[in-house]
C-alpha cells in the first residue's frame, strides 16, 4: 500500500520558516521524481518545487531563492525548507511523488503566514 504523509505546516508570521516533511511508504522512493504542489482557495494547484532520482531540483519562479526542496532517500522522505514567508504563500502543501504514469499524493498540509 502507498502512503504519503504530509507534515510540518502551521501558522507563522511573514519572514518566518517552516520545513515541510513527506515520508513515504510502499514506492521506490530513490527513482520516484518527488515534488511539492499547493493550492489556495480559489486557485488551481501549482507546482512548487521538484528533485528528481538525480538531485536535479527546479523551483516555480514566485518561491526561487526562498524554498529548497530536498530529499532523504536513506528515509523515504522529501522536504521543503521554506524561508522569508509572505502571506501569498498561505496554501495547503501538497507531496507528489511521479515516475512514468504512476502518481500518488499526499493528504496536504495547511500553510498559513499571517501577522
Known amino acids: 500500500q502507498v502512503q504519503l504523509v504530509d507534515s510540518g505546516g502551521g501558522l507563522v508570521q511573514p519572514g518566518e520558516s517552516l520545513r515541510l516533511s513527506c515520508a513515504t511508504s510502499?514506492?521506490?522512493?530513490?527513482?520516484?521524481?518527488m515534488a511539492w504542489y499547493r493550492q489556495s482557495p480559489g486557485k488551481q494547484r501549482e507546482l512548487v518545487a521538484t528533485i528528481d532520482r538525480s538531485l536535479y531540483t527546479k523551483y516555480a519562479d514566485s518561491v526561487k531563492g526562498r524554498f529548497t526542496i530536498s530529499r532523504e532517500n536513506a528515509k523515504r522522505t522529501v522536504y521543503l525548507q521554506m524561508n522569508s514567508l509572505k502571506p501569498e504563500d498561505t496554501a495547503v502543501y501538497y507531496c507528489n511523488g511521479a515516475l512514468g504514469s504512476s502518481s500518488y499524493w499526499g493528504q496536504g498540509t495547511q500553510v498559513t503566514v499571517s501577522s
Open positions: 510502499g514506492i521506490l522512493f530513490s527513482i520516484y521524481t
